[in-house]
Nanobody, 123 residues
Framework: QEQLVESGGGLVQAGESLRLSCAAS????????TGWFRQAPGKEREFVAS????????YYADSAKGRFTISRDNAKNTVYLQMNSLKPEDTAIYSC????????????????WGQGTQVTVSS
């Protein structure tokens, strides 16, 4: 059974950093992309970053470029999101998702989702 479990969220001040982790179990070798999405209160879910199974292809939302880095450790079946220079507008629930159908940035291309982890950035 596929399972994605996020960790690493919390409350930080603006300018600080957090590293989110997404531990996957199941048929992880079938995942073409693993991504991070976020949803703030009253807003739609938005793409943050994604990484291919090999790690050779990475995509970032404009809001994440230069501040966030996605990486993976296939030996641990874990994908990370290093978030630096956090801003209050980064406050959201961050969810990890896996795609077995080839999607990279669109949430509809992801067929497995974790429960999410709260990230709160105070000003």
């Amino acid at each position: 059974q596929e399972q994605l479990v996020e960790s690493g969220g919390g409350l930080v001040q603006a300018g600080e950093s957090l590293r989110l982790s997404c531990a996957a179990s199941g048929r992880t070798l079938t995942y073409s992309f693993t991504g991070w999405f976020r949803q703030a209160p009253g807003k739609e879910r938005e793409f943050v970053a994604s990484i291919s199974r090999s790690g050779s292809i990475r995509y970032y939302a404009d809001s994440a470029k230069g501040r966030f880095t996605i990486s993976r450790d296939n030996a641990k079946n874990t994908v990370y999101l290093q978030m630096n220079s956090l801003k209050p507008e980064d406050t959201a629930i961050y969810s990890c998702a896996a795609s077995t159908i080839g999607g990279a940035t669109g949430p509809r291309s992801y067929n497995y989702w974790g429960q999410g982890t709260q990230v709160t950035v105070s000003s």
